[in-house]
């Protein structure tokens, strides 16, 4: 086993331990198979220590769980065997296809292949999209919710010209508020309030922080007055204030803790092919036929074919974005490391200690830092000031300021004037003891693969840089077209089910008016089962 720290320590050391797994593969084509495998493997039964700045003597117990996927062609040097198929098209017995009527898009056995995925991914996916489609589509608001759910915990400006305090001063005020806890850096929800994150502090006599976690406080941020406290996890007492943690939680993590972000990890994963598998099949089907259809929505057609209609329509005219948010939730609770390893592999990037190796590394220290908050604040306005006189652009509001203990830094952030798709926010980083400039955050880092993740996040939780009402309000409604494409793919499914079930107990005959509105499919490109 090799462990290596960029720019600390690299060292070797060899442990035989044991490694269990398995796996399946299916030829889906003639040529063409899928595979998936799983590997376990346990190599703990001791220490490695090495010689980290901040952490001398770091103990490993690696336990490693690997699942690969592969598609595998196979090389077939054998003549082609005569099917059956084959000779009674030579015997006059079957009509050959005519060459306008090939297949425009791979193979039948290929969209065969799609279909069952499309179909299978989509019915085991359903419930958790529509889960995910509609808690999804509130977080966007949650400021404005959460305001309209508890107003007690909003504040009423004093006076027309009253003044914000500062955030030095609402830090300094939270923590004469909760002397056993230190601010660490404030929610930006909403104008009405501000909301500040608290760190337990060191207990004087054990040296160890107070066990328990002090959360969160929400102040009055023109008065400093305290308006509420609640705990980390934002639930409280009360039906109302907790409605909004538990949308949260459901959709974060199913309200299920650790297994349920283990789910949503493989559930993206799945996700994210039946993007790929969902717009394959609404390809035109034969040559002679358009792809226009897909696009459209019968409004005058029956339920089904309605239903039909808006399942392919609403995936292809939105299919960029809903892969955009697939992959980007690949991205947030990536447990198997599946996206850190595509990224890797296909664009420039930097492990993530190298990039944060600059100024949020973990640093040695005793006691607090030099800087308090005041201090601090005074030293991010000019570095802000710098970089906007440097760049031409002009301060708006300040919206935070974090304490990085653990580094020994400060991050100060402020809104600017700057336009889309530059970044809304100017972030900075410098040194807790001396003030050093350390370095700032932005969306563009130069690498390639590192600027499209930061992307992907920013669209995923509507933030920086693309905090603005209409593209909330997009997220919003994104959100509920999921929902809708997940109830409608079922929909559908069962309608097809029903129809080769009434097909197959009696005949053809009786069972041709039942799948009338099912054959409305096949009159253009075959989309999807689900």
Avoid at 196 to 213: F, I, L
Avoid at 369 to 396: S, T
Avoid at 404 to 431: C, H, M, W
């Amino acid at each position: 086993m090799r462990i290596r720290f960029q720019e600390y320590q690299s060292f070797n050391r060899s442990r035989t331990r044991w490694t269990v797994g398995g796996g399946a593969e299916w030829m889906f084509a003639p040529s063409w198979s899928a595979k998936l495998e799983y590997l376990y493997a346990d190599i703990s039964g001791g220490d490695v220590r090495g010689g980290l700045s901040w952490n001398y003597g770091a103990s490993f117990h690696p336990q490693i769980n690997i699942l690969h996927g592969g598609l595998n062609y196979h090389f077939n040097w054998a003549p082609p065997r005569r099917s059956s198929r084959n000779i009674e098209q030579q015997n006059g017995r079957r009509e050959p296809r005519s060459r306008g009527s090939r297949l425009a898009w791979g193979s039948e056995t290929m969209r065969r292949a799609f279909a069952w995925i499309h179909r299978y991914v989509g019915l085991t996916m359903a419930l958790f999209l529509i889960i995910e489609g509609l808690t999804g589509s509130l977080p966007a608001f949650r400021g404005d919710l959460s305001a309209l759910l508890d107003p007690s915990l909003t504040a009423a400006k004093p006076s027309p010209d009253a003044k914000r305090l500062d955030l030095a001063m609402l830090a300094e005020r939270a923590e004469a508020l909760m002397p056993n806890a230190t601010a660490a850096y404030f929610y930006r929800l909403r104008d009405d309030q501000a909301i500040v994150r608290m760190r337990a502090r060191d207990d004087p006599e054990t040296g160890k922080p107070y066990p328990e976690d002090p959360g969160v406080i929400i102040l009055d941020p023109w008065t400093g007055k305290e308006l509420g406290r609640t705990p980390y996890s934002g639930y409280t007492q009360g039906f109302l204030a907790n409605v909004l943690p538990f949308v949260n939680d459901l959709h974060t993590a199913l309200a299920m803790g650790g297994l349920g972000v283990w789910i949503l990890a493989v559930l993206a994963i799945l996700s994210t092919i039946d993007c790929f598998a969902g717009f394959y099949l609404t390809l035109p089907l034969r040559l002679e036929k358009f792809w226009k259809p897909a696009w459209l929505v019968k409004w005058r057609g029956g339920f089904y074919r309605v239903n039909f209609d808006l399942h392919r329509a609403s995936g292809l005219w939105l299919w960029a974005m809903l892969f955009v948010f697939a992959w980007s939730s690949v991205c947030l609770v990536d447990q198997l490391g599946v996206y850190e390893k595509v990224t890797a592999a296909l664009f420039d990037t930097r492990p993530m200690m190298e990039q944060v190796a600059e100024f949020a590394m973990p640093r040695e220290g005793v006691g607090p830092m030099k800087l308090d908050w005041r201090a601090a604040q005074a030293r991010g306005k000019e570095l802000v000031a710098e970089k906007a006189a440097a760049g031409g652009f002009r301060l708006l509001q300040p919206k935070g300021l974090t304490s990085l203990s653990y580094a020994r830094a400060y991050n100060y952030s402020v809104e600017t004037d700057r336009s889309f798709p530059a970044d809304k926010e100017l972030v900075v980083f410098f040194d807790g003891d001396d003030g050093s400039f350390r370095g700032s955050m932005s969306t563009s880092t130069g690498h390639l693969g590192e600027t499209l993740t930061n992307w992907l996040r920013a669209l995923h939780m509507a933030c920086n840089p693309v905090d603005y009402l209409p593209y909330r309000i997009f997220v919003c409604v994104l959100g509920l077209v999921v929902a809708t494409l997940s109830i409608t793919g079922v929909y559908v499914w069962w309608k097809k089910r029903k129809a080769r079930l009434f097909h197959a107990r009696h005949g053809d005959s009786r069972a041709a008016s039942t799948v009338r509105e099912a054959a409305l499919s096949r009159t253009h490109s075959q989309p999807s089962d689900v």
